[in-house]
T-cell receptor, first 116, second 115 residues
């Protein structure tokens, strides 16, 4: 069963506006971590932001913030003041504590296009 | 800062040939992960190593094998290549430490094309 779900295959946003990319997850493990990665057309995976399941506050990293709603099992990425360089594929990923190996489980991704 | 190094960056093989992908983790990182990302797909976990021992195994075909060497670099060996093996192969490394948060740093990937 898919543990990470990204329901938006593609999103468009106007330059300088904010955009929210959705991510829901499913786990019975009380300890887990949620990650967002950016994958430009060149292919590399760029780490953006992390949220731990016990973190009391939503994570923020520059223009990126994570809207973490634990009861709803959602971890949406908010990008403020979008830039043309933000156009890329965005993946939400999860790591569960009982997974000692530490592998990441990825969602299907959302392709973001920023329009000038 | 040093990053994860993967070689080669691009590889073209014929069906039924073999391929070896190499990964050099960030210095002092003790864990290496391999992921496969097919065209238009999300990355899928293949296998991981912690301190040179296999720590987890995902949906890795029996035709594939991997190991981590004494210098911590890792190699993914792929035999009897099939068209469906065409994908971007990522290596990632991390330092396990005591924190649950162990960011995985991804290499640039090896793009394998099987003809």
């Amino acid at each position: 069963a898919q543990k990470i779900t990204q329901t938006q295959p593609g999103m468009f946003v106007q330059e300088k506006e904010a955009v929210t990319l959705d991510c829901t997850y499913d786990t019975s493990d009380p300890s887990y971590g949620l990650f967002w990665y950016k994958q430009p057309s060149s292919g590399e995976m760029i780490f953006l932001i992390y949220q731990g399941s016990y973190d009391q506050q939503n994570a923020t990293e520059g223009r990126y913030s994570l809207n973490f709603q634990k009861a709803r099992k959602s971890a949406n990425l908010v990008i403020s003041a979008s830039q043309l360089g933000d156009s890329a594929m965005y993946f939400c990923a999860m790591r569960e504590a009982d997974n000692q190996g530490g592998k990441l489980i990825f969602g299907q991704g959302t392709e973001l296009s920023v329009k000038p | 800062a040093a990053g994860v190094i993967q070689s080669p960056r691009h590889l073209i093989k014929e069906k039924r040939e073999t391929a070896t992908l190499k990964c050099y983790p960030i210095p002092r990182h003790d864990t290496v992960y391999w992921y496969q990302q097919g065209p238009g797909q999300d990355p899928q976990f293949l296998i991981s190593f912690y301190e040179k021992m296999q720590s987890d195994k995902g949906s890795i075909p029996d035709r594939f094998s991997a190991q981590q060497f004494s210098d911590y670099h890792s190699e993914l060996n792929m035999s009897s290549l099939e068209l469906g093996d065409s994908a971007l192969y990522f290596c990632a490394s991390s330092s396990r430490g005591t924190s649950f948060y162990n960011e995985q740093f991804f290499g640039p990937g090896t793009r394998l094309t099987v003809l």
